[in-house]
């Protein structure tokens, strides 16, 4: 199962002004949580938004991509902690979601 049209519909609630929070979605055996967007600060251009995802099934799958007609361009991104700094780096082929485990 590719999960990227499941995404899609999470990101849709990532895509407001100021922080937010979105419903929960569930299909098959992903499930989209704790979906989020943090108010950018005043003059910063990027924002930033958060979810979980809970893969119940057998085998792994991949989040792909994410969209939302609310920005110009949205990235997947992990955090890298090094040296005690923390940093977001741009995530290429897309986020694993392990086989019963949650990202």
């Known amino acids: 199962m590719n999960i990227r049209k499941f995404a899609f519909i ?4 990532l895509c407001t002004a100021g922080s937010a929070w979105a419903k929960d979605y569930k299909v098959g055996q992903i499930e989209i949580d704790d979906v989020w967007v943090r108010a950018s600060a005043p003059g910063q251009s990027n924002g930033a938004g958060y979810m979980d995802i809970d893969n119940d099934a057998k085998t792994e799958d991949r989040l792909l991509s994410v969209s939302s007609d609310a920005a ?13 700094v923390s940093k977001m780096r741009q995530v290429e082929g897309g986020i694993v979601v392990p086989a019963d485990a949650e990202v």
């Open 72 to 84: 110009e361009r949205v990235e997947l991104h992990t955090v890298l902690t090094e040296n005690g």
């Open 10 to 13: 999470a990101a849709l609630g």
